[in-house]
Structures are given as structure tokens and as C-alpha cells.
């Protein structure tokens, strides 16, 4: 599967949910597949999904999703041990896990060289689902469980042509912001 | 008047309700209190820069945000800075122990002491340094109300004479 059909499948099965979408192309194939005021899009500090999420999680009480890159938690992998002893239950992250730096040329990463869901799991995780690049991914029964979720998805490398996203970074946060307050 | 009840005392008057940190020498009693206070979201991080990352989102969701955090974070935490917190436009207090200043003990700490006020002012990032627990009483909620009129960090830098 490529990573712009994960985020269909994803982007189909949201209803009110926060979303704290990745830097680079995860987050322009995210606002190509459907934009939201519910999206906010990271346009720099990688590696801290998932803790812009663990942020907005603790903060509210609507269920937070994060979709990171397996790159990107490899720059934050503390987040891991922080975001389940915080254990917030309204938080689903999302890894989408290409084994590449996707938007800065594929270069490998190491994760083909290890089991990202096993980690979670060793940490504690109790709900973590991994998906490889043949399974069906069912992301209703994710969205379903109880936080701090943990999902790993294997997707093949490589880019979706699509377009910057042409908002202004304070307009993304303005109405994420607001989107909160509702 | 003790300097942690005088640092701890401003941060509740400007209102910080969600505080992230790391730990410093000089900081612990105030992480203590910080941790007692159920009026206070504390959650301690694994590295300066995923703690930004959660005060950014903790702002998104209507929170007042803090970090403690020693001077030797802010270098973890430069980009964070830089392209979340300045990009977006997002205030966060900083409450630095500024370590390799007057006084200090341990030689290691004198380069990023040294380092640290030219790193704020390349990030311009605006920052106080309150001499004593007067003069934090007043900076410290000023400070907060900076960063909420700039949309920025405001850094606090409490020198090793402070304590």
C-alpha cells in the first residue's frame, strides 16, 4: 500500500477527531485527500508529532491522532516512554513507516532493522496494532480502542504528486485552535 | 525570601497551568512543588526539545505553558524554536538554570553558559535575568504576558548567584 492510500482509508473513518499531521509530504497528501480545520499541519520541527499530540491530548478531552514517520520517530524515540507514562487515553498515533526519509530523497532509515510495534510493546503499550505491507488495515478498529494506541503501518516508499499546501502556518494553528474551543 | 517559593509564586500569578521539564540541580525543590500542585499539569520529558513539542500542543489546547528546564535544553531545542514556536507564532515560558555563570563549580558547564544568551538573541528570543526572588516576583508574570502579546518564548535566566 502507499502511503496516500493509508491516509484515504485513515482520513475516510475520522469524524471529529484532532489531527497532528507530519512534516513534508504525509501532511500535503493528508490536505490532498481531504483538508480539515481538525488537521494541523507541521511544517517544520520533525520528530515532535507525537509530542504536539501528547500536548492537545492532555489539553482537551476530543481523541487525538497523530500521523508520524518512521524517520521522525527515530528523532524523538523518548516521546515513546513519555507518551505511555502520561498515558493519555484520548491519543492514537499513527506511524506510517516506509523505512525512508521520504521527502528529502528515500534515503534508508533503520527501521527495516528492527520491529517499531515491538518496541511499543516492550515500553508497555497495551493496545498496539503493526501492520505489514500485505495486511488489511482496518483503521476503524483502531480508532475503537482505548489510548495510548500505538499503530504500525509498513507502506512503500515514494511520494503522491500533489501540491504544497498553501496556507499560511498561522492560519493552520488559528483554526485548529478554534476548531478546539468548539 | 527563599528563591524557589519566589519563582514558583510568579509562575502561579501568570497563570502557567501546564508545565513540562527536565531536571537541574538548582531546580528540584521547584519541580517539586511544581509536581505537588494539582492545579499544575507536570510532565516531565526525556529531552528539552520533545518538551516544547508538547507545550505547543498543550498551547493549541488552551493551556498556559511552561518549561524548567537547565540552559544546556535551550541548545537541544533550537529548531523546535525556530520553525514550531516562531513559524507559528506559539508563547512559552522558559524558566532556564543558567549554569557556567558566576560561581560555577563545574568547569564542563562554562561553554554552553557562555552560549546560551547569544543563542536567545540569534533566536530573538526575548529574556530576563532576576537577580534575586523580588525581582523574579514581578519579571516572571511580565515575562508571560509578553510571550502571550508577542505569540512567542519569553526565557527567564535565573544564574547560579540566584539560588
Known sequence: ?182 | MDSSQAVYDAIKEAGIDFIVSLPCVNLGRLMEMVEEDPTIIHVPVTREEEGFGICAGAFMGGKKPGILMQNSGLGNSVNALASLFELYKIPVLMIMSHRGTEGEFMGAQVPMGKATPMVLDALKIKYFNPKKPEDALNIIPEAWHIAEADGAPVGILLEIKFW
Open chain 1, 1 to 182: 500500500m502507499k502511503r496516500i492510500d493509508a491516509i484515504k482509508k485513515l482520513s475516510y473513518e475520522l469524524t471529529d477527531e484532532l489531527v497532528v499531521c507530519n512534516i513534508g509530504f504525509p501532511s500535503r497528501e493528508m490536505h490532498h485527500v481531504k483538508d480539515s480545520p481538525n488537521q494541523f499541519y507541521m511544517m517544520g520541527s520533525m520528530g515532535l508529532a507525537s509530542s504536539i499530540g501528547l500536548g492537545v491530548a492532555m489539553s482537551t478531552t476530543k481523541r487525538v491522532v497523530v500521523i508520524d514517520g518512521d524517520g521522525s520517530v527515530l528523532m524523538n524515540m523518548g516521546s515513546m516512554v513519555t507518551v505511555y507514562n502520561q498515558n493519555p487515553k484520548n491519543l492514537v498515533w499513527v506511524v506510517l513507516d516506509n523505512e525512508c526519509y521520504g521527502s528529502t530523497g528515500s534515503q534508508c532509515t533503520y527501521a527495516s532493522s528492527f520491529e517499531l510495534g515491538d518496541v511499543a510493546r516492550s515500553i508497555g503499550f497495551k493496545n498496539v496494532f503493526s501492520f505489514d505491507l500485505n495486511s488489511e488495515f482496518d483503521f476503524s478498529k483502531v480508532l475503537g480502542s482505548e489510548g495510548p494506541v500505538f499503530v504500525h503501518l509498513k507502506v512503500e516508499p515514494g511520494n503522491a504528486d500533489v501540491p504544497v499546501i498553501p496556507m499560511e502556518p498561522e492560519e493552520i494553528m488559528d483554526r485548529f485552535i478554534q476548531t478546539i474551543r468548539e
